[in-house]
């Protein structure tokens, strides 16, 4: 057998995210890639020779975090996301997103639609380790109906027989999930509240993309595109609004008992409400609002507390909730997934149900949890270490001081 370096870490905390415990002074142990074994002060470590030590010191360890909701290839910082780039920009904007997300501690990345499937070559420059970053999930250019929301980023497909063509081609080129555009969105000319694809379009998508064993996730904004993915059989549902034709929300615990029934996982994205709102005023400091943003301002305080009140009905409900924060959009940037757990606690989660819905829960959603998600033995040693204890301070997520992914340490601060 090769021989495989040893690490043994020591922290003053573990967040045991399988059982919601924190482990006070524990220790793990890798091997490789992989963790070998962990335990608590009183059971020493396994002697092992040669074994190198890192010792955390004051320092609280977890699994690497799961961001369930990005877009790698798109812009932020400020900048529009509905202009297409150029396909070599894309891969850029995505080498240097990936980055961002890593060094914040979230060592796996759902993206949720990409530019012409400029990631799948990202994924392969990390497999043959041109570059480091974080473990992709892709799906590839969203699918939506022509002048649908996201239809810059090249994938527009109509009816049925063109869905299933597209499902089928998104798959053969690597994608791990599909992802349907079922209302609009941000994207100008489309219609938040309003359905997109018919109920028809997302099922023909769903029964090609089980029977090749992939699942469904759908953007859903307005009430009538989660029916229409209740009803469709999606596997998860991405914003799930419940917003209203005037840009209000009304959650609807009658329709979150069925996404329960369903078995439906939802990425409820509250953070980015709070992200254009204080950015909006700010701007309303130094700058006049045009009329568009004012009204927005205005509207935002109530769509915030709806989305609080739509994360307690779902976890009521029995919804299993996972986080992800669309990172890529003007206002919401890359590395800041923390800002999406403290939202969940401001909405009623505890710290460690938000830290689940960003580790256990996530890895659950994604059918990984045999390999990412918890520290256990035989689980991808993807670790990150923080300043504090973020099971009493979800803030402390944000002060991160070493990254683990597969046994390395790609970050160290
Ligand atoms: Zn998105």
Same mark, same amino acid.
């Given at each position: 057998m090769a021989d495989e370096t040893v690490t043994v870490i020591k922290a003053k905390h573990l967040v045991n995210v399988d059982d919601g415990t924190v482990v006070c002074d524990p220790f793990v142990v890798i091997k490789g890639s992989r963790i070998s074994s962990w335990g608590q002060p009183n059971s020493t470590p396994p002697p092992e020779r040669r074994a190198v030590l890192l010792d955390l010191a004051e320092r609280s360890l977890l699994p690497g975090l799961i961001n369930? /909701?990005?877009?790698?290839c798109l812009l932020s910082? *400020?900048?529009? $996301?509905y202009h297409q780039q150029s396909k070599e920009m894309a891969l850029l904007t995505a080498v240097r997103n990936m980055r961002r997300e890593l060094n914040s501690g979230v060592t796996t990345v759902r993206d949720c639609g990409d530019q012409h499937g400029a990631l799948f070559a990202l994924r392969q420059a990390l497999e043959k380790e041109i570059l480091s970053g974080p473990r992709l999930i892709l799906c590839g250019p969203p699918l939506t109906m022509t =002048? =649908? /929301?996201?239809? $810059?980023? *090249?994938?527009v497909a109509d009816g049925p027989a063109g869905i299933t063509r597209a499902v089928r081609r998104h798959i053969s080129r690597g994608a791990d999930f599909i992802k349907m555009i079922a209302t609009g969105g941000g994207t100008p000319g489309t219609f938040p509240a309003l359905a997109s694809y018919s109920r028809q379009e997302i099922a023909a998508a769903v029964k090609t993309s089980h029977k090749l064993g992939k699942s469904v996730a759908a953007h859903c904004r307005g009430i009538p595109g989660i029916e229409n993915c209740v009803a469709a059989g999606v596997d998860q549902i991405e /914003?799930?609004?419940?917003?209203?034709p005037d840009g209000s929300l009304r959650f609807s615990m009658q329709l979150a008992d069925r996404m329960a029934a369903a078995g439906i996982c939802v990425t409820p994205t509250i953070q980015l409400y709070r992200d254009v709102q204080a950015h909006l005023a700010r701007k309303q400091k130094n700058d006049t609002l045009t009329h568009d943003e004012s009204r927005r301002l205005k509207l935002l305080p109530q769509v915030v507390e709806e989305k609080f009140r739509a994360l307690q009905g779902f976890l009521t409900a029995g919804v299993k909730c996972v986080a992800g924060n669309d990172a890529g959009l003007p206002q919401t940037g890359f590395g800041e997934l923390w800002r999406e757990l403290a939202a969940m606690v401001e909405g009623g989660m505890s710290p460690v149900q938000a830290i689940a819905a960003a580790t256990c829960s996530a890895a659950q959603s994604l059918n990984m949890s045999d390999t990412i998600g918890s520290i256990q033995p =035989?689980?991808?040693?993807?670790l990150f270490a923080v300043d504090g204890d973020p099971t009493r301070d979800i803030s402390a997520l944000s002060r991160v001081r070493m990254v683990m992914q597969a046994g390395r340490i790609v970050f160290q601060n």
């Open positions: 369930s /909701h990005v877009h790698l910082e *400020g900048k529009p $996301f =002048g =649908g /929301h996201a239809y $810059f980023l *090249g994938g /914003h799930a609004c419940f917003e209203l =035989g689980k991808q040693a993807d």
